[in-house]
């Protein structure tokens, strides 16, 4: 009885933190077709969605990679400073990412260290891609290393020394032994980092200027037309966003199978 | 194809795990490297296939100096005492790895990978995963795939260490008729002496990264260089300051000159032999080991006062 109780009450906490919301984004999307598609088929919306598709593109990629070689080096070598770098790969976890943004807007802007020598050279950085890709690499960074350090762990160097003793080397020992036992938690930490690059508002929003059609990601474009009093648009924009955020997640269930190796 | 070591050393820390060790290993043997945990066997075995470099001294494989080859280079064949079996691909695929890094054409592999299964008596079993394997199955598999390039060399670390006595038993007959099919150099690492024994043509006694003895079984058997090697190999007692073979221990059923006073405190036959176990007036231990015949010719009992002749004693000043 007892147990039945506190499964209800898991479940009705559940409901009221986290299905409520989605529901009512849904619902009131529904109530006004037309507007909804209205927002969604307008130009900067479009634009807002490809410049969020487009930044995922890259910081997946590039966290993906520097998560996999950082995991490496924290696993399988030695040297100083692996402690620090351990510590420092959490940070953007703790991190609030406005803060985030504000820091690269005083290392990037007019007079931080790294903005004078872009002005010189008429880079435009912030306020612009550069800016935001930054900013989404630095908010999604920790994931894949976070799923593949572990692992890496579990897994142990025998194989890949069997591999060198067979006449493998380091690279080929890399993409056929350690590379295919890592790669449920390569394919987590990919999965972690998109929905974490998709969704994010905070970092981006202090570094991009928001320019309509120009700068403005998908998440952007919600809050924006929130405020322009667009409702249904704003409900959805964030549904397509919620949408996404689903599937990739419903993608991480079913793709981690019961492996039989 | 030989293996020389020559004054290899390796520490780990302040940890001496191999000290000034040489060692030859004729092209074709079959060598036991042969000591207690800690005696830096396995550490030796890991030099010589560049797994773990020395801190000073060479390894040569077929007279060719490779201490500064890495292992992809050197053409040996390793075995693990957990297998290290490629978990994501299938027996085939594990035994076929080394020819596949080597590019080897595809149907030359699949004869190979063919050919080995069959030797392993592992044929069926080609698209079965590790996990889908026993033990015994599994450490046969990664033999197979330590064999596959034709190394030049085949060293086994513990390979029967995580198996049951049965399989273990089993397995060990049977790396005995693999060698003599397959001749390649052989180097395996155990801490069991009846296992080297069984096994190798070649002992290599360690202890404390230090080699004590190398030759034959019998050799070391029957003509221990140092007190470890008389009590690590084989059984010993220690009467009056000497090491003495269990076998070597005469029994009287009358007082004599030489002979010490014991009482026997419990007889165990074992098969064509028997155990007496007997303790001397200092209460000291001491076992006998006699042939049946011997044995019921004394006609010995349980409580009874014997005199105790050793035959072959042995002083070590080491």
């Given at each position: 009885?007892s147990?039945?109780?506190?499964?209800?009450?898991?479940?009705?906490?559940l409901?009221?933190?986290?299905?409520?919301?989605?529901?009512?984004?849904?619902?009131?999307?529904?109530?006004?077709?037309?507007?909804?598609?209205?927002?969604?088929?307008?130009p900067?919306?479009?634009?807002?969605?490809?410049?969020?598709?487009?930044?995922?593109?890259?910081?997946?990629?590039?966290?993906?990679?520097?998560?996999?070689?950082?995991?490496?080096?924290?696993?399988?070598?030695?040297?100083?400073?692996?402690?620090?770098?351990?510590?420092?790969?959490?940070?953007?976890?703790?991190?609030s990412p406005?803060?985030?943004?504000?820091?690269?807007?005083?290392?990037?802007?007019?007079?931080?260290?790294?903005?004078?020598?872009?002005?010189r050279?008429?880079?435009?950085?912030l306020?612009?891609?550069?800016?935001?890709?930054?900013?989404?690499?630095?908010?999604s960074?920790p994931?894949?290393?976070?799923?593949?350090?572990?692992?890496?762990?579990?897994?142990g160097?025998?194989?890949?020394?069997?591999?060198?003793?067979?006449?493998?080397?380091?690279?080929?020992?890399?993409?056929?032994?350690?590379?295919?036992?890592?790669?449920?938690?390569?394919i987590?930490?990919?999965?972690?980092?998109?929905?974490r690059?998709?969704?994010?508002?905070?970092?981006?929003?202090?570094?991009?200027?928001?320019?309509?059609?120009?700068?403005?990601?998908?998440?952007?474009?919600?809050?924006?037309?929130?405020?322009?009093?667009?409702?249904?648009?704003?409900?959805?924009?964030?549904?397509?966003?919620?949408?996404?955020?689903?599937?990739?997640?419903?993608?991480?269930?079913?793709?981690?199978?019961?492996?039989?190796a | 194809?030989?293996?020389?070591?020559?004054?290899v050393?390796?520490?780990?820390?302040d940890?001496?795990a191999?000290?000034?060790?040489?060692?030859?290993?004729?092209?074709?043997?079959?060598?036991?490297?042969?000591?207690?945990?800690?005696?830096?066997?396995?550490?030796?075995?890991?030099?010589i296939?560049?797994?773990?470099?020395?801190d000073?001294?060479?390894?040569l494989l077929?007279?060719?100096?490779?201490?500064?080859?890495?292992?992809?280079?050197?053409?040996?064949?390793?075995?693990?005492?957990?297998?290290?079996?490629?978990?994501?691909?299938?027996?085939?695929?594990?035994?076929?790895?080394?020819?596949?890094?080597?590019?080897?054409?595809?149907?030359?592999i699949?004869?190979?990978?063919?050919?080995l299964?069959?030797?392993?008596?592992?044929?069926?079993?080609?698209?079965?995963?590790p996990?889908?394997?026993?033990?015994?199955?599994?450490?046969?598999?990664?033999?197979?795939?330590?064999?596959?390039?034709?190394?030049q060399?085949?060293?086994?670390?513990?390979?029967?260490?995580?198996?049951?006595?049965?399989?273990?038993?089993?397995?060990?007959?049977?790396?005995?008729?693999?060698?003599?099919?397959?001749?390649?150099?052989?180097?395996?690492?155990?801490?069991?002496?009846?296992?080297?024994?069984?096994?190798?043509?070649?002992?290599?006694?360690?202890?404390?990264?230090?080699?004590?003895?190398?030759?034959?079984?019998?050799?070391?058997?029957?003509?221990?260089?140092?007190k470890?090697?008389?009590?690590?190999?084989?059984?010993?007692?220690?009467?009056?300051?000497?090491?003495?073979?269990?076998?070597?221990?005469?029994?009287?059923?009358?007082?004599?000159?030489?002979a010490?006073?014991?009482?026997?405190?419990?007889?165990?036959?074992?098969?064509r032999?028997?155990?007496?176990?007997?303790?001397?007036?200092?209460?000291?231990?001491?076992?006998a080991?006699?042939?049946?015949?011997?044995?019921?010719?004394?006609?010995?009992?349980?409580?009874?006062?014997?005199?105790?002749?050793?035959?072959?004693?042995?002083?070590?000043?080491?």
């Amino acid at each position: 009885m007892s147990r039945l109780g506190l499964r209800l009450l898991a479940l009705a906490y559940l409901a009221t933190i986290l299905v409520a919301p989605l529901v009512i984004v849904f619902w009131r999307t529904f109530e006004d077709v037309g507007a909804a598609w209205d927002a969604l088929s307008a130009p900067d919306t479009i634009h807002a969605f490809k410049l969020t598709l487009l930044i995922t593109a890259i910081a997946v990629p590039v966290n993906t990679v520097f998560g996999i070689v950082c995991a490496l080096a924290i696993v399988r070598r030695r040297f100083p400073g692996k402690g620090l770098l351990n510590a420092f790969i959490d940070l953007p976890l703790a991190l609030s990412p406005v803060v985030v943004g504000l820091s690269l807007f005083l290392l990037y802007g007019r007079e931080g260290w790294f903005g004078v020598w872009l002005g010189r050279h008429n880079i435009q950085f912030l306020f612009a891609l550069p800016a935001m890709i930054v900013a989404t690499i630095f908010v999604s960074l920790p994931f894949v290393a976070r799923e593949v350090i572990p692992t890496l762990r579990e897994v142990g160097d025998e194989q890949e020394q069997a591999s060198r003793t067979l006449g493998a080397g380091g690279w080929q020992t890399f993409w056929r032994i350690t590379l295919p036992s890592i790669r449920w938690a390569v394919i987590y930490g990919v999965i972690l980092t998109t929905a974490r690059s998709l969704g994010e508002y905070g970092a981006v929003a202090v570094v991009s200027g928001r320019i309509q059609g120009q700068t403005e990601t998908a998440t952007l474009r919600v809050e924006e037309q929130y405020e322009q009093f667009n409702l249904p648009g704003a409900y959805a924009i964030s549904i397509v966003l919620a949408l996404m955020a689903i599937v990739v997640l419903v993608a991480m269930t079913t793709i981690r199978p019961k492996e039989t190796a | 194809m030989s293996i020389v070591v020559r004054s290899v050393s390796k520490r780990f820390g302040d940890f001496v795990a191999v000290d000034d060790v040489s060692l030859e290993v004729e092209g074709g043997s079959l060598t036991a490297l042969l000591g207690p945990s800690g005696s830096g066997k396995s550490t030796l075995l890991r030099i010589i296939a560049g797994l773990e470099w020395p801190d000073s001294g060479e390894i040569l494989l077929s007279e060719r100096d490779a201490t500064a080859l890495a292992p992809q280079k050197r053409n040996v064949g390793f075995v693990f005492q957990h297998y290290a079996a490629f978990k994501h691909m299938t027996v085939r695929d594990n035994v076929a790895f080394g020819l596949k890094v080597r590019r080897r054409p595809k149907n030359e592999i699949r004869e190979r990978v063919d050919e080995l299964l069959n030797l392993v008596q592992l044929h069926g079993f080609g698209d079965r995963y590790p996990a889908q394997l026993s033990g015994g199955q599994r450490q046969r598999m990664s033999l197979a795939r330590a064999l596959a390039p034709e190394p030049q060399v085949l060293l086994l670390d513990e390979p029967f260490g995580a198996l049951d006595a049965r399989v273990r038993a089993e397995l060990r007959d049977w790396l005995i008729r693999l060698h003599d099919v397959v001749h390649v150099t052989t180097v395996f690492v155990t801490h069991d002496q009846e296992e080297a024994m069984e096994v190798a043509d070649q002992i290599a006694v360690l202890n404390h990264g230090r080699l004590e003895q190398v030759g034959p079984p019998r050799e070391l058997y029957d003509e221990p260089a140092s007190k470890f090697v008389m009590t690590f190999v084989g059984d010993a007692n220690v009467i009056d300051g000497a090491l003495v073979r269990p076998h070597d221990v005469e029994l009287l059923t009358e007082p004599d000159e030489a002979a010490m006073e014991a009482m026997i405190v419990r007889v165990t036959i074992l098969g064509r032999d028997a155990k007496v176990e007997l303790h001397d007036d200092g209460g000291a231990e001491i076992v006998a080991l006699l042939t049946r015949e011997r044995f019921e010719e004394l006609d010995l009992w349980r409580g009874q006062t014997v005199w105790v002749r050793p035959q072959r004693e042995r002083v070590f000043t080491t």
